[in-house]
C-alpha cells in the first residue's frame, strides 16, 4: 500500500533562517506531488506541484522553492524565512494520469519567530 | 484559471440534523472530478466523497452525498443525522484531467455539530 511521510512535524525557526521541509512517497512510482500551505486554520493554498523529477510548477510567487531530487521525494526550501512564512504546511500525493483524489502527509507547523 | 468558492465560513447545526455546506466552481474544462475532504481538529486531511463529472449519478457515502449540478458548476455536500464527530472543516476540492493534475481546494467551511 502507498504511504507518504512529511516531516518533522513542528518547526520554530527564527526569521532569516534556512528551511528544509520533506516529503517522500512509498509504495508508488512516477506520482504526483504538492505543497500546500494552510494559514490560520483556512483555505489550503497550492503553492508547488510536480508531475515529474525536475519538473515543478509554482502557483503563488514567494519566499519558498520547491526540488523534486528524485522520483519519490519532494522538498520545500527557503533561504531566508520571513514571519509570513508561518502556517501548517500540507504534502500530497495523487496518481499519475489524474482521476484520483490526493492523499495527504500529517503536515508541518511552522511557526517562524 | 479554475478557482473554488465555499460561501459559508462557518456553520453550526444540532445534532441529528441534516446540513448542507456549499460549494461552486469555475473552469473551462469537461473532465474533471471533485472531492469533499474533511479536517478535524487532528488537521490530518481525510477524504469524505468524489464526484466524477462525466457521471451524472450523484455520489453518495454512507450519511454523506453530493448534490452535483454540472451545469450549474454547483457541487454541494449533504450530510445526514449529524453527529459530533462530524465536526471538522469541511474543503471542496477541484481536479482536471490534463496534463499538470492540478487540485485546487476552497477556503473551507467550519462545521459546528453542537450536542
Known amino acids: 500500500s502507498q504511504t507518504i511521510h512529511q516531516w518533522p512535524a513542528t518547526l520554530v525557526q527564527p526569521v532569516g533562517s534556512p528551511l528544509s521541509l520533506e516529503c517522500t512517497v512509498e509504495g508508488t512510482s512516477n506520482p504526483n506531488l504538492y505543497w500546500y500551505r494552510q494559514a490560520a486554520g483556512r483555505g489550503l493554498q497550492l503553492l508547488f506541484y510536480?508531475?515529474?523529477?525536475?519538473?515543478i510548477s509554482s502557483e503563488v510567487p514567494q519566499n519558498l522553492s520547491a526540488s523534486r531530487p528524485q522520483d519519490r521525494q519532494f522538498i520545500l526550501s527557503s533561504k531566508k524565512l520571513l514571519l509570513s512564512d508561518s502556517g501548517f504546511y500540507l504534502c500530497a500525493w495523487s496518481l499519475a494520469g489524474g482521476g484520483t483524489e490526493a492523499f495527504f502527509g500529517q503536515g508541518t507547523r511552522l511557526t517562524v519567530v | 484559471a479554475q478557482t473554488v468558492t465555499q460561501s459559508q465560513p462557518e456553520m453550526s447545526v444540532q445534532e441529528a440534523e441534516t446540513v448542507t455546506l456549499s460549494c461552486t466552481y469555475d473552469t473551462s474544462e469537461n473532465n474533471y472530478y471533485l472531492f469533499w475532504y474533511k479536517q478535524p481538529p487532528s488537521r490530518q486531511m481525510i477524504l469524505v466523497i468524489r464526484q466524477e463529472a462525466y457521471k451524472q449519478q450523484n455520489a453518495t457515502e454512507n450519511r454523506f452525498s453530493v448534490n452535483f449540478q454540472k451545469a450549474a458548476k454547483s457541487f454541494s455536500l449533504k450530510i445526514s443525522d449529524s453527529q459530533l464527530g462530524d465536526t471538522a472543516m469541511y474543503f471542496c476540492a477541484f481536479l482536471t484531467l490534463n496534463r499538470d493534475d492540478k487540485i485546487i481546494f476552497g477556503k473551507g467551511t467550519r462545521l459546528h455539530i453542537l450536542p
Open positions: 510536480s508531475v515529474g523529477i525536475g519538473q
